[in-house]
């Protein structure tokens, strides 16, 4: 049964940048066989998909968050991170990293999540 | 502010059906693509519950069930227990700027 295991910072400053690792475990990100995704939930609201990349490096980003958003991978560690810039208090949420299933044209579903961290932005 | 809406509560009684409805437009489900559907209990990660439409993972309950039509979806929950008390959320992709890959507004079911 894969896992994911976010890490990162509790508490980030406004305008500084947010950084999130996910850890995955009982699977290979390199294997090819899935894309790895960022989703935030801010309190007592909905989710909000923020992209997703493949092991070779390939990204794609929600066009409402693209201008402030890196997504890497490090295959050897079997993890894949996120960044986010010039935060201000609007990014508080909790973020989820997922195994994200692509099957087609458009196609795409989270089928394994984090349990997700907790980010404040605050000064 | 999410293109795919849903009811904010649904409740039924302990063994009654209760339906929740994703409704879209034609840049999303109108468009055909898929909706999936993930059920998330207080406190944890959303889980799938659905997916591709009317599909359920390994290990989901078959009380629950999806439909598509047209501009919409549905999630029915049959035999409705005290375990299914939780906010449900529909997914699909979304062809306008809006973010492609877009989650309904959520809905919590409360079993009476």
Redesign the interface.
């Known amino acids: 049964q894969v896992q994911l295991q976010e890490s990162g910072p509790g508490l980030v400053k406004p305008s500084q940048t947010l950084s999130l690792t996910c850890t995955v475990s009982s699977d290979s990100i390199s294997s090819g066989g899935y894309h790895w995704?960022w989703i935030r939930q801010h309190p007592g609201?909905?989710?909000?998909?923020i992209g997703y990349i493949y092991y070779n490096g390939n990204t794609?980003y929600?066009?409402?968050l693209k201008s402030r958003v890196t997504i890497s991978v490090d295959t050897s560690e079997n993890q894949f991170s996120l960044k986010l810039s010039s935060v201000t208090a609007a990014d508080t949420a909790v973020y989820?990293c997922a195994r994200t299933?692509y099957?087609g044209s458009?196609?795409?579903?989270?089928?394994?999540?984090?349990?997700?961290t907790l980010v404040t932005v605050s000064s | 502010q999410?293109v795919l809406t849903q009811p904010p509560s649904v409740s039924g009684a302990p063994g009654q059906r209760v339906t929740i409805s994703c409704t879209g437009s034609s840049s999303n489900i109108g468009a055909g693509?898929?909706v999936?559907w993930?059920q998330q209990l207080p406190g944890?990660?959303?889980?799938?519950l659905i997916?591709?439409n009317n599909n359920r993972?390994s290990g989901v309950s078959d009380r629950f069930s999806g439909s598509r039509s047209g501009t919409s979806a549905s999630l029915a929950i049959t035999g409705l227990q005290a375990e299914d008390e939780a906010d449900y959320?529909c997914?699909s992709?979304d062809?306008s700027?809006?973010?492609?890959?877009?989650?309904?507004?959520?809905t919590k079911v409360t079993v009476l």
Request: net charge negative; glycine share 14%; hydrophobic share 25%.
């Open positions: 995704s609201m909905g989710l909000e998909w794609y929600n066009p409402s989820y299933n099957y458009a196609g795409y579903y989270f089928d394994h999540w984090g349990q997700g | 999410s693509y898929d999936h993930y944890t990660a959303p889980k799938l997916y591709v993972p959320f997914q992709h062809s700027l809006s973010g492609n890959y877009v989650f309904g507004t959520g």
